[in-house]
């Protein structure tokens, strides 16, 4: 289980069209591939602020331990 098969992705399209017809089926792509691309740079923009908020974190604890090495 868990792969779609060609029928599988046949009775969804067929489906989708039926439901929708052929004047929406380009705009529903293009806005699930516009919704698509903004997760995928919002995932990745949280990445890198993450990545950056760790390496500051580690950088400020290796600051104070040396800190209080010389006091």
Known sequence: ???IGFQELALV???A???FGPAKLPEIGKSLG???RE???ATTEAISEKKVDDSEKK???G???SKEDNE
């Open 59 to 61: 950088e400020d604890s």
């Open 13 to 15: 399209f067929g489906l």
């Open 63 to 65: 600051e104070n331990s």
């Open 34 to 36: 516009k919704g698509i």
């Open 1 to 3: 289980m868990g792969r």
């Open 39 to 41: 997760f995928k740079s």
């Open 17 to 19: 069209l039926l439901i």
